[in-house]
Structure formats: C-alpha cells, structure tokens
C-alpha cells in the first residue's frame, strides 16, 4: 500500500452529506474513485455520483440503524464513515431553554453515538472500519454564547477518544476533525452580520474563513487507509484560531 491518500474503491458512508462539508466529501470521494452512501435530512437531494441516498435523521436510533444497514447492503461492506450532521445555537446560557440544550446535543452528540453503536458490529466483524465524527474548535477552546454547542462538541472529543480505544481491540479506528470558522450555511448568519464576521475573522490567525473542500479533505485522509495508524486523534482545521 502506498503512503498516499488513495481512496479508490473505499466504501464510505457520509452521514449528514446533503450540505456544506458533508457534501463537499461526498463530491471529493466520488471523484476519487470512492463508493459511496450518503444520508442527509428529508428534506435534502444528495449529489448526483452516488451509489447509495437514503433520508436520515441522526436523533433517530432506529432511522440510524436501518440506513446504516442498508448502505451497508448497498455497498457490499463498509470500510468507513464520517458523520458530518451537526447544528449550531448561537445562544448564551442565559438564552438557552431545556429544547435548545436537547436538540443540540440530540444531533451533535447524541447522533453520533447512535452511528458509532450502528457500525460497531459491521467493523467488529470484518476487523477494521474508520470513523470520523465532527468536532469544532468550539469543542476545544471557549466560544461566546455557544453553551450547548461547546458542550455537544466537547462531548465529541471524549466520544472519539474513548471510542478510539473500544475499537483498537478489533481493529478499528475513531477519529475526529475539529474545523475553525467555514465558509457554509452554519456560519451564514454570522457572516452575514459585520460585527460577527469581524469577530470570527479577527481570531483567524490566516485571516480567512476556511473552505469546506480544506475540511473535508481532512476528514477523507482519515477515513482512508493512508491513517491507518492514527486514531483517537481530534485533528485541528483551524487556520491558526486554536494556535493562540
Ligand atoms: P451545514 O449546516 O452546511 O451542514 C450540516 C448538515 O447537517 C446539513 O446538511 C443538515 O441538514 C445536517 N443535519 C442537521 N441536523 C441533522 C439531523 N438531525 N440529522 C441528520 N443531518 C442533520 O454545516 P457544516 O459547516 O457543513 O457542518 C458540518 C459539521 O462541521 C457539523 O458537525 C458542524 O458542527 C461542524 N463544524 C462546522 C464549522 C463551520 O464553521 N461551518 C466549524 C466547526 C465545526
């Protein structure tokens, strides 16, 4: 095997791909050679290239578990999956009611670990699989108002880690990517306003937004057999914001 990130041929299930980097690693695998599944939400199409779309709410253990199953029949396998679905509250604590908390933390943390407990026995039995959730520098350092969403992405990184080690004993491999400010609709609102987008340009030591592309190579590098060796790993895409 080559050293290089080749992912001709993986079997990647993107979860949550019907947007933003979700749908640039989708794009970016197809193009590469990749077989691939994709959920996204009801109400989402998924890019033209794929083997496999199914509608999935990641909140829904059992929506979870049969897309899950049949892209795993759909693909004849699964050699990884990177759970892309995520939302962002931009709320303080103050203004964060019981549902804010619950949904952020239902869909950021609580539906990655429904696709982990998913995929489980399908790496199990074939002795290797990569994962890659999503983490955030918010799951890093502080953020203003961002209470639920800090805590969802902070439940990743112990999510990844201790998974990581669950894993290792079947030869499995669990990975996070913690991204900076993206240029995607979760990050619109903010742009889109001049005090925000001055904030969140101001912490960037590279002085831009990312691109979903720069993210979701990232994540594609994990999910390939190239990382082999890495795992428990949150790996920062940051263009400097956690480097201060
Ligand atoms: P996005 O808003 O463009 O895409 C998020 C996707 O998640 C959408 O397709 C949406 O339909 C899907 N989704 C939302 N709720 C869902 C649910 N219950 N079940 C299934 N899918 C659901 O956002 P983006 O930027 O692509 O975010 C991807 C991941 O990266 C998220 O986990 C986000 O928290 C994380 N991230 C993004 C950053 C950014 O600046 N854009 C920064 C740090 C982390």
Same mark, same amino acid.
């Given at each position: ?100 908390? &619950? ?6 943390? !609580? $539906?990655?670990?429904? +696709? %982990? *407990? #998913?995929?489980?026995?399908?790496? @199990? =039995? ?49 990975? &996070? ?6 240029? !995607? $609709?979760?990050?619109? +609102? %903010? *742009? #889109?306003?001049?005090?925000?987008? @001055? =904030? ?45």
């Amino acid at each position: 095997m080559s050293g290089l990130v080749d992912i001709t041929g993986l079997k990647l299930l993107v979860m949550g791909g019907g947007a933003g980097i979700g749908l640039s690693a989708v794009r970016m695998a197809t193009a590469a050679g990749a077989e691939v599944a994709v959920t996204t939400m009801p109400d989402e199409t998924a890019a033209e290239q794929v083997a496999f779309h199914t509608p999935c709410d990641v909140t829904d253990a059992s929506a979870v578990s049969a897309a899950v199953e049949a892209a795993v029949a759909a693909l004849g396998g699964i050699d990884a999956a990177i759970v892309t679905a995520g939302i962002f509250e931009h709320r303080g604590v103050a203004e964060t009611s019981d549902a804010d908390w &619950a949904r952020v933390i239902a869909v950021n943390l !609580t $539906g990655p670990f429904h +696709v %982990a *407990r #998913a995929l489980e026995p399908h790496f @199990r =039995a074939a002795g290797a699989g990569s994962l890659v959730l999503f983490s955030s520098q918010v799951g890093l350092v502080g953020h203003r108002r961002a209470t639920a969403y800090a805590a969802s992405k902070g439940g990743i990184n112990g999510l990844t880690r201790t998974l990581a080690i669950e894993f290792a004993a079947f030869g499995a491999r669990v990975n &996070a990517v913690a991204p900076g400010p993206v240029e !995607t $609709g979760m990050t619109a +609102v %903010a *742009r #889109a306003d001049p005090v925000r987008r @001055r =904030a969140l340009l101001e912490a960037v030591p590279l002085g831009r937004f990312g691109q979903p592309d720069e993210v979701a190579c990232a994540a594609l590098y994990l999910a390939a057999p190239a990382s082999a060796f890495v795992t428990g790993h949150v790996l920062v895409i940051d263009g400097g914001v956690t480097a201060i």
